[in-house]
């Protein structure tokens, strides 16, 4: 379809703007406000075009890049009637208005496409597959995580603070008995759960969650804590801490606080803990926040791990750099970790982790302040790695997962990515550590938590605004 595939070009686009944070930028203006006063009346009040040229019919004279249309803000041409704006603005400033562009162009994309919005028993007709979605379960209050025990009932994460098991027929049985207390503030609660890959025979449960505790000026804190446990006779039992930061570290507020758990399967843990809203502390390897970390399967620190002969560092740290990530997984083929992070106001991320590498936030990135106004001129720097794929404007990306199954043979090893605001769960084609094609296999039918391959082969996920699991199922 072409205005998919004009959409496709959009998200797949990197910007090559130069790089440079300036404390002028905490008190830039509402780049919304500067397009009003500034370009409207030539481009009309909703960028539809007036006097001059539409930004947001996808036509682009003088290159469609974000590099292009950034010189032409800034720099102007002249015989098509279009000043210069680098007296008006500041670099920062020039890169919010590229990133305003964007979302209104592909707001209006969007607003031409007849994407599946499918209820239950509905087919729909992917470009791979035809599926039907059917309801798992309802009664349930945010569920954030699932993992599938050997004999295919759920474990089922509910923010608040229950873990529950979920019948193979939708039975939700009552919460599991003493798990841990957790802090149950804004984005924190009881989040991502996983099975340790032999726990057939060892019976550990991993869960992540926001812990909450109290600093020395009395104010409320929290923090990303990793424990393992066991479930006897529907209690949680013989839990074991394998990751807990310092009390210093603890912050408050109710952000970013992560956080996935993976396996490599090779004796090693890997999770996300987000910034907690203070971005400076993402490059910071003396603070855990912002980072992925790898553990052995016990807690214990590898002595490969990147910074664990630095002095102060915190050596768990994998990789640093990071906004919030709520998306990890292994490839199953090539074993590459990829996450997904979200960004501010655009610039979502897709990346590649790989070992000590720096994923550049907020030095670079490519999206803004909620506000409208702009964090950085830069997308790139040297010995910052860029994303694999970013999505301007953000979809709110959250859980991916690779599809493992064999009842959608041609969906083998994609990539599948959840939302949330813009409730989209998307199918990604890797080839060479590279995405060569994306698809929004259906849109607005609630906020998608997490996505995992059930052990019947179907695709399993859970879902916010309406709360519930759901399962993608073939249909000959």
């Known amino acids: 379809m072409k205005i998919f595939r004009k959409i496709n070009r959009y998200i797949l686009n990197i910007a090559l703007i130069p790089v440079f944070i300036t404390t002028a930028n905490l008190s ?15 481009h009309g009040k909703n960028l539809e075009g007036a006097a001059a040229s539409s930004l947001i019919d996808g036509k682009w004279k003088f290159g469609s890049d974000d590099e292009s249309i950034a010189k032409i803000i800034r720099d102007g041409i002249e015989d098509e009637g279009m000043p210069s704006m680098k007296n008006g603005l500041t670099e920062a400033e020039i890169r919010a208005m590229v990133i305003f562009i964007r979302e209104k162009e592909t707001q209006a994309a969007l607003k031409t496409l007849a994407l599946p919005k499918p209820q239950d028993e509905q087919i729909v007709n992917s470009e ?38 979920v019948e193979k027929d939708g039975t939700i049985l009552p919460p599991i008995e003493n798990t841990p ?36 000026l009395g104010t409320n804190v929290g923090m990303t804590v990793i424990v393992r ?3 006897r006779d529907g209690k949680w039992v013989d839990e074991q801490t394998i990751f807990r930061a310092p009390p210093e570290f603890y912050r408050p507020g109710g952000i970013h606080f992560g956080s996935r758990i993976v396996f490599d399967g090779k004796g090693y843990v890997f999770f996300s803990i987000g910034e907690r809203g203070t971005m400076e502390h993402a490059q910071d390897i003396k603070r855990p926040n912002g980072k992925i970390h790898r553990l052995k399967d016990d807690g214990s620190i590898p002595d490969d791990n990147p910074f664990v002969n630095v002095p102060g560092a915190i050596k768990s740290i994998w990789s640093y750099g990071h906004r919030n ?48 106004s702009p964090i950085t001129s830069l997308t790139h720097k040297e010995g910052m790695e860029q994303p694999v ?9 959250c859980g991916i997962g690779f599809y493992r199954g064999d009842k959608f043979p041609k969906w083998k090893n994609h990539l599948f990515v959840t939302s949330l605001a813009r409730e989209e769960l998307r199918r990604l084609e890797i080839v060479d550590r590279k995405v060569v094609h994306q698809e929004i296999v259906f849109k607005g039918i609630g906020r998608i938590r997490s996505v995992v391959t059930g052990p019947d082969g179907c695709l399993y996920l859970a879902m916010n605004a309406p709360d519930r699991i759901i399962r993608l199922e073939p249909v000959e």
Not at 329 to 353: A, C, K, S
Not at 390 to 397: G, K, L, M, N, Y
């Open 325 to 372: 990530p709520q998306g990890l997984d292994f490839h199953p083929v090539t074993g590459d970790l990829w996450e997904t992070e979200h960004g501010p106001r655009g610039g979502d991320e897709l990346n590649l982790i790989e070992k000590g590498k720096n994923y550049g936030w907020p030095v670079i990135t490519y999206g803004m302040n909620y506000d409208g």
């Open 229 to 231: 446990g066991k479930i």
């Open 28 to 42: 830039a203006r509402d780049i919304s406000k500067v397009y009003s006063e500034f370009c409207a009346s030539c």
């Open 181 to 216: 207390i957790v802090r149950a503030i804004g984005q924190g609660g009881l989040m991502d759960v996983a099975l340790h890959p032999d726990y057939k025979n060892n019976g550990w449960i991993y869960l992540s969650y926001s812990e909450r505790a109290t600093n020395n």
């Open 128 to 165: 791979l597959h035809k599926f039907k979605i059917k309801t798992i379960c309802k009664n349930l209050v945010t569920p954030w995580s699932i993992a599938f025990l050997p004999d295919g009932k759920m474990l089922v994460t509910e923010l608040p603070g229950r873990l529950r098991i």
């Open 389 to 397: 794929l970013h999505w301007t404007p953000s979809i709110a990306v």
